[in-house]
């Protein structure tokens, strides 16, 4: 199944997972094969510059990304859904869901990545690492920043576990997450903003995560009234490493079937 294509006809309540910077829709795989092997409708979309997506203008900022990923659900027919999202995909993921509105039935959150609400908040120490990570990207090559976003995010030395093509396929996207830092990094939207009128949410949490994503879980915890899940052994890209603990939420949000503890 390719990343974009329907599972299943689209109708209502579609599952609609967003993925973060520097993978694509094929990210989801694990998670969106056994949702549509279950009857799930599933779509993931490719954001601007990954995938078949067109590239982003030199402009690039949030709202495109948004437009963007609303023209897919129109032309492929999504009408009600349940917004899945990890990391950068959160932030893009709730500026779409204040657009959608009421279509956003239900929000599944996982090790999210929001600048705005760590600087807004006071989230000092989450905050001075995203700046750190931004100026290291911003000054090395594109091979060596594609090396250090891999490792920054997926553990020391999973860079080197990866093989040519997943490299290059990277390093490809090296421009576009520059773009996608610069958006997030003077984004200045309010956490009153992103929380107003919030559809019932769900956060997964990775337990080995980062700390930015885990003062964004817990500032938006509270702003959304959301169920918080720590996913025991998980870091930061919980839906390749434990695609079991996405699906389970989401047929937990859908079936009542998960008994989260709240963080």
Known sequence: MHPQTLAGRFMNDTIVLLHGSATGSSSWSPVASVLSSSGIMVFAPDMLGYGRSPAPTSSYGIKEEVAHLMRLLDLHNVGTLHLVTHSLGSLIGLHLRRSLGARVTRMTLIDPIVVSVLRERGEDAAYAEMEEQYHRFMSLSEEAAAQFFVDHWSGAGAWESLG???????????????????????????????????????????????????????????????????????????????????VDAVRGDIRGLVSPSRA
């Open 164 to 246: 040519k093509r997943a490299r290059a396929i990277v390093m490809a996207l090296v421009p576009k997450v520059r773009l996608e830092m610069t958006a997030t990094r003077s984004d200045t939207t309010t956490l009153a903003w992103l929380a107003e009128s919030p559809p019932p949410t769900t956060i997964l949490v990775g337990e080995k995560t980062r700390l930015p994503p885990l003062a964004v879980a817990r500032q938006l915890g509270h702003a959304l009234a959301a169920t918080t899940i720590v996913v025991a052994g998980a870091a930061h890209m919980i839906p390749i490493t434990h695609a079991k603990a996405v």
